[in-house]
T-cell receptor, first 114, second 112 residues
């Protein structure tokens, strides 16, 4: 298996633009997680899905952020409109057993909003 | 919610020495404690984990100890090597929460 796949790897956009990050989990993993990593706030969970259903979105910072998982092999995290403070590395991770088991992280998307 | 504190934030050791990183947590019902390693510019990767029914777990040069009474757990790396240099994160799955809470990370530097 190729592991968790994320695209794009780098994204530079201007404030106010819409940004869409994409993730393909490892086949057979029922759980998918979206994290944001910054120097100031560390690694934060934004939202996670189980069998394509959002379970906990309490970490989503505000209404500008939305996430979907239309099927077992694809998820998106959208920011609209983007702001400079959204600049961070966004990781997607998947797990075969749930929150209490190993999470396999993707390579991340480095987002820069100017 | 769960409060996880990790210390130290930075740690430098000589190659061959041991390194110890400690995390404390607040929820006594917490039951899963993983450690992740993140090299510069790379993704976090699980290196070892422990559950609340076990006091210690070892995997070659890495070990984790858990003290449920004191609500802390520690990562021990023996015979450190330069490739151990990375940021290490602890995490806690509390009894009531349905998500991991991560510590703030420890930058470990192994000096040759």
């Amino acid at each position: 298996d190729a592991g968790v796949i994320q695209s794009p790897r780098h994204e530079v956009t201007e404030m106010g633009q819409e940004v869409t990050l994409r993730c393909k989990p490892i086949s057979g993993h029922d759980y998918l997680f979206w994290y944001r990593q910054t120097m100031m706030r560390g690694l934060e969970l934004l939202i996670y899905f189980n069998n394509n259903v959002p379970i906990d979105d309490s970490g989503m910072p505000e209404d500008r952020f939305s996430a979907k998982m239309p099927n077992a092999s694809f998820s998106t995290l959208k920011i609209q409109p983007s702001e400079p403070r959204d600049s961070a590395v966004y990781f997607c991770a998947s797990s075969p057993g749930g929150v209490g088991y190993e999470q396999y992280f993707g390579p991340g998307t480095r987002l820069t909003v100017t | 919610g769960e409060n996880v504190e990790q210390h130290p934030s930075t740690l430098s050791v000589q190659e061959g020495d041991s390194a110890v990183i400690k995390c404390t947590y607040s929820d006594s019902a917490s039951n899963y404690f993983p450690w992740y390693k993140q090299e510069l510019g790379k993704r976090p990767q699980l290196i070892i984990d422990i559950r609340s029914n076990v006091g210690e777990k070892k995997d070659q040069r890495i070990a984790v100890t858990l003290n449920k009474t004191a609500k802390h757990f520690s990562l021990h790396i023996t015979e450190t090597q330069p490739e151990d240099s990375a940021v290490y994160f602890c995490a806690v799955l509390s009894g009531s929460a349905r998500q991991l809470t991560f510590g703030s990370g420890t930058q470990l530097t192994v000096l040759p």
